[in-house]
């Protein structure tokens, strides 16, 4: 039977059938404030809570102290306890950025996976990533080898992506290709505030459900709801981003 790793994300878990299939590279896709960073923050808090697995945060935008107060307005009181034990092993912009050699940075971190037994890592995000990369040819080399790293060190990855929905007229990105699965989350603007939602858009070797489901973010973070949202991309006026 296949491996599956939880999200943590209940609703989303039963769209997905199961998790994740264990060691897989995920990319997580949306606009700003759609609930990227929430979602790796809830898949490494849950995963060691729930599931007893330890995880790694890497951010090129944010400092330590901003993801705490990110976990805590959803009531992951607990991060900066898990992240002092080293249940949770945050990176953050300052470390990432030090002394302005990335790939120093890089290998230090890879040191760190092939020495730890952890099973979960997010990468907040694969758009500042590649932006320390001046040629094509060596980003494209680069990424490849690093996600072949995180699965060779056993480790299930999500790669959040600052990007809206793919659209037939839109060019897809390598990342599209070298990764497993495609999460988008979508928001549309409301009288009241905004409607959220999530797509699985692919998950290799997953009978998963492609409809696009209806979210919210709010104490306890990200929960989606388990039925069809009535929510088309392409709206009626065309595509809705
Ligand atoms: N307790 C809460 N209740 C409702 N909404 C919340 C709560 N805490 C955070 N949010 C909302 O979650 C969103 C933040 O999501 P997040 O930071 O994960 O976005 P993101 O996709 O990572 O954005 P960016 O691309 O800018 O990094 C914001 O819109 C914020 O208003
Ligand atoms: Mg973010």
Do not use: C
Not at 38 to 57: A, T
Not at 196 to 217: G, L, N
């Amino acid at each position: 039977m296949q491996n599956l790793i939880k999200t943590g994300v209940e609703g989303l878990d039963s769209i997905l059938n199961g998790g994740i299939a264990a060691n897989s590279a995920v990319l997580v896709s949306g606009n700003p404030g759609t609930g990227k960073s929430i979602f790796g923050i809830q898949f490494l808090y849950e995963g060691v809570r729930r599931y007893g697995e330890k995880g790694i945060y890497v951010s090129f935008e944010e400092s330590g102290s901003d993801i705490g107060e990110a976990a805590a307005s959803v009531g992951f009181d607990e991060w900066d306890a898990l992240s002092e034990r080293g249940d949770i092993r945050v990176y953050d912009k300052r470390e990432m950025l030090r002394g302005g050699d990335f790939t120093d940075a890089i290998d230090g971190l890879l040191d760190d996976l092939s020495d730890e037994s952890y099973g979960r890592i997010v990468i907040d995000s694969l758009t500042m990533f590649q932006l320390f990369f001046d040629d094509e040819r060596e980003k494209r080399t680069y990424l490849l080898k690093f996600v072949d790293i995180l699965k060779e060190n056993g480790l299930t990855s999500l790669l959040i992506n600052e990007q809206g929905a793919v659209f037939p007229e839109t060019e897809i990105g390598l990342e599209n290709f070298l990764t497993d699965g495609n999460v988008y989350f979508i928001q549309t603007p409301t009288d009241s505030g905004v409607n959220r939602y999530i797509w699985v858009a692919k998950m290799r070797k997953q009978d998963i459900d492609t409809d696009i489901f209806p979210m919210e973010i709010g104490e306890g973070g990200i929960t989606v709801h388990e039925r069809a949202g009535g929510f088309s991309m392409m709206g009626r006026n065309g595509p809705v981003l």
